[in-house]
């Protein structure tokens, strides 16, 4: 699936007057978070888009950190719950 099929010239023309689509768009279920990293990417001013591939990573990193951070703590919930209910 090419987001601008068609010959290349048409193809070229078609990315210099269309804005991006949402990731989202195709995958609903990312998170809206990494949509907007994407997003922010694919801006085209570069003034917009990430200073620098290091600028990227810490923030891509601190998003998988907190996701990280978020999935331990609804497990640590999880087991609560089930010692719960099973004590």
């Keep these: 699936l090419l987001p601008f099929p068609g010959e290349p010239l ?3 023309a078609a990315i210099r007057d269309t804005k991006a689509k949402s990731i989202r768009d195709v ?3 990312l998170s809206p978070v ?3 990293i ?3 990417c694919l801006e085209r001013n ?3 888009r990430f200073s620098s ?3 990227l990573e810490a ?3 601190e998003w998988l950190a907190r996701g990280t951070v978020a999935l331990i703590k609804k497990q640590q919930v999880q ?3 089930i010692r719960t209910v099973v004590a």
């Design 10 to 12: 048409v193809a070229i």
């Design 53 to 55: 591939a290091k600028g």
């Design 59 to 61: 923030v891509l990193r």
């Design 27 to 29: 995958k609903p279920e």
């Design 79 to 81: 087991r609560k719950l």
């Design 46 to 48: 570069p003034a917009n």
């Design 34 to 36: 990494l949509a907007d």
């Design 38 to 40: 994407v997003a922010k």
